[in-house]
T-cell receptor, first 114, second 115 residues
Framework: DAGITQSPRHKVTETGTPVTLRCHQT?????MYWYRQDPGHGLRLIHY???????DKGEVSDGYSVSRSKTEDFLLTLESATSSQTSVYFC?????????????FGPGTRLTVL | AQKVTQAQTEISVVEKEDVTLDCVYE???????LFWYKQPPSGELVFLIR??????QNEISGRYSWNFQKSTSSFNFTITASQVVDSAVYFC????????????FGTGTRLQVFP
């Protein structure tokens, strides 16, 4: 199994509060991703990173920001959480070499915004 | 635009039955990858297989097999002699080779295997 951890695994917060989710990897992979999973939508990409301090937006980036100051850590921040951001958040990693050009996922974080 | 359709929202079978999960995709890319992931009730996403568009050979891994047909833009997944442990949500996904940051998922098929 890929060495990916996410913290916290569960969080309940109130509308308007800031929230930061952390993804940590031990694989030294260059690429990291944040997805959200919602019923009827599958998984949708929020942001991704292709190196330290290098990030780009995904399909559903509004209301989210990310940071990557170290190879192993990729943070997802909700500056002011809203109920529409209640979801399960998954982090993924990839090293993008042709033989292993596959995204491997962390265990997920269930976020509830009241 | 790329799109993945998993028309079967939920499938229920009895143990030992064979079951096929359908995946139909749309892409203008000539080179692409197709993936299947499994999400068991515990919630994690488990990678099952990646196939590239160059290779239409079917693949078998134990009780699992995959049928890739470019002519019908399908990448179907069959579980032979299903078991209760196969109960999960299965996702099909698509990305362009060389641009695998853009991984497009289907909405998933929930498979329930009853004893």
């Amino acid at each position: 199994d890929a060495g990916i951890t996410q913290s916290p695994r569960h969080k309940v917060t109130e509308t308007g509060t800031p929230v930061t989710l952390r993804c940590h990897q031990t694989e030294n992979h260059r690429y990291m991703y944040w997805y959200r999973q919602d019923p009827g939508h599958g998984l949708r990409l929020i942001h991704y990173s292709y190196g330290v301090k290098d990030t780009d937006k995904g399909e559903v980036s509004d209301g989210y920001s990310v940071s990557r100051s170290k190879t192993e850590d990729f943070l997802l921040t909700l500056e002011s959480a809203t109920s529409s951001q209640t979801s399960v958040y998954f982090c993924a990693i990839s090293d993008r070499r042709s033989s292993t050009d596959t995204q491997y996922f962390g265990p997920g974080t269930r976020l509830t915004v009241l | 635009a790329q799109k993945v359709t998993q028309a079967q929202t939920e499938i229920s079978v009895v143990e030992k039955e064979d079951v096929t999960l359908d995946c139909v995709y749309e892409t203008r890319d000539t080179t692409y990858y197709l993936f299947w992931y499994k999400q068991p009730p515990s919630g994690e996403l488990v990678f099952l297989i990646r196939r590239n568009s160059f290779d239409e050979q079917n693949e078998i891994s134990g009780r699992y097999s995959w049928n890739f047909q470019k002519s019908t833009s399908s990448f179907n997944f069959t579980i032979t002699a299903s078991q209760v442990v196969d109960s999960a949500v299965y996702f099909c996904a698509l990305s362009e080779i060389g641009n695998t940051d853009k991984l497009i998922f289907g909405t998933g098929t929930r498979l329930q295997v009853f004893p």
